[in-house]
């Protein structure tokens, strides 16, 4: 097992894994900005070591800088968290070579599946239901037209290597696909740095389910069962729950099944998450996998009691993993509190957190690394807090959160807590009846 892990990572996810290597008896290492000194993974952490200023480009994403606080601190392992160098692949060949295990995925397998045009060609020679489109990256224009055409408009136009919904478009007709191409590489280029582009069939009135698995170093995985994620704003998730609301159990054994046998065809070691979209007809295709942990990943661990972060950890020291799949015991519900204004577009509202009150009680969790008097920098995710409760039913966990919620005080700065309330009173929410477009239509009272 390791004696000390780094954690290259800030805020929540930082204090979250934390929080497992003290109970593992793993001594841990914190990294953080000068904008991050007062932060709380900084305090609780073992060590900590200052890798640069507050521009992320020069600090959380400076490979040279987290490597050399792992040397001059003797960390023999490396935990990405999410976001950042989590699912870089030169970042986790970097580690191998200078003899530090990185707790995630392979270099080749973040190449394998990071870039989405790859991942899919992946997953149809592994058998996995895929959304028809384009078989790879779209050379040009021409061949734009030829794939829009054969696959059936609406069409969506997807960047190869994109994220948070930068370089998509969708397309109703052809005569709209000329400007739709030119845009959404434009787009990406900005973005990305890579104007690649693939198309896939635009699915109608879609929810994004996603299927939590683990693959340890023999072969091996698992599932964990599903998280609905539908509840959207620019591709950016705002709140997720499980068991989905829309899954039957025909359709959650197909789902997993087709998960493991994607993470199994490329021995995927670690935890992940293999993304679907679901048709009204409640037709899976797959979407893309993400090699890390996420974000939601408390609602999972709720509903089956079982430490995620502990599993990568454990799996990454070459311990083989239990191979049963998880089903949901309970219902959880997650809700992401951000430092932004509702009523104002949701804009960023960094700025001093002058009273905090958190709420508590029976299957009341809270993921946070904010406290009275923390500075929130401008320089980072505007996210301060997960809420996350779970019950024995939905009914019983909406009622839950909206109480949570009601306790719920932040003051000095905005945050998305009084769009968290009203959505729980949403008679299509309380329904279980919504889409990832269900934002397009929400007005905030």
């Not at 239990?322 to 992401?336: A, D, F, V, W």
Request: charged share 25%; aromatic share 8%.
């Amino acid at each position: 097992m390791f004696k000390k892990i780094l954690i290259a990572n800030r805020g929540e996810i930082a204090l979250r894994v934390i929080r497992t290597c003290k109970e593992m008896g793993i001594k841990t290492v914190a990294v953080y900005s000068t904008a991050d000194a007062e932060s709380l993974h900084v305090r609780f952490a073992d060590e900590a070591v200052c890798i640069g200023p507050p521009a992320s480009s020069e600090s959380y994403l400076k490979m040279p800088n987290i490597i050399a606080a792992a040397e001059i601190t003797n960390a023999d392992a490396i935990h990405p968290g999410y976001g950042f160098l989590s699912e870089n692949a030169k970042f986790s060949r970097l580690c191998e070579e200078h003899n530090i295990k990185f707790i995630g995925a392979t270099g080749d397998m973040i190449d394998q599946m990071g870039d989405k045009a790859n991942a899919k060609s992946t997953m149809i020679a592994a058998g996995v239901p895929c959304v028809p489109g384009s078989e790879g990256v779209i050379i040009d224009f021409e061949n734009c037209q030829k794939v829009a055409l054969e696959t059936g408009y609406p069409v969506m136009l997807k960047a190869s290597a994109g994220g948070g919904g930068k370089g998509m478009r969708a397309v109703w007709k052809e005569e709209d696909l000329k400007e739709a191409w030119e845009s959404a590489r434009q787009e990406s280029k900005a973005a990305f740095g890579n104007d690649d582009m693939y198309m896939e069939k635009l699915i109608e009135e879609p929810r994004h389910i996603e299927i939590q698995i683990v693959g340890d170093s023999f072969g091996k995985a698992c599932h964990l069962s599903e998280r609905d994620c539908s509840v959207q704003r620019r591709h950016q998730k705002l709140t997720e729950e499980t068991p989905s609301p829309f899954m039957t159990d025909e359709l959650r054994e197909a789902m997993g099944n087709a998960a493991v046998k994607a993470a199994e065809y490329i021995k995927y070691e670690g935890a992940g998450t293999v993304e679907f979209l679901v048709d009204k007809h409640r037709n899976f295709y797959f979407m893309e996998m993400n090699t890390r942990i996420q974000v939601e990943h408390p609602i999972t661990e709720e509903v089956v009691n079982y430490d995620l972060i502990r599993e990568q950890i454990l799996v990454a020291a070459g311990v083989p993993i239990s191979g049963k799949n998880y089903y949901p015991q309970l219902h959880s519900i997650e809700c992401r509190i951000n430092a932004e204004d509702p009523y104002n577009n949701f804009r960023p509202a960094p700025g001093k957190i002058t009273t905090l009150h958190t709420p508590g009680g029976h299957g009341v969790r809270m993921d946070t690394h904010v406290y009275a008097g923390y500075m929130i920098p401008p320089n980072y995710d505007s996210m301060i807090a997960k809420l996350i409760v779970t019950a024995q039913t939905r009914e019983e966990a909406i009622n839950k959160m909206k109480r949570a919620l009601d306790e719920f005080v932040i003051e000095g700065v905005k945050t998305t807590i009084p769009f968290h309330r009203q959505l729980m009173d949403h008679p299509d929410y309380i329904a279980g009846n919504y889409t990832t477009k269900f934002m397009e239509d929400f007005v905030l009272q």
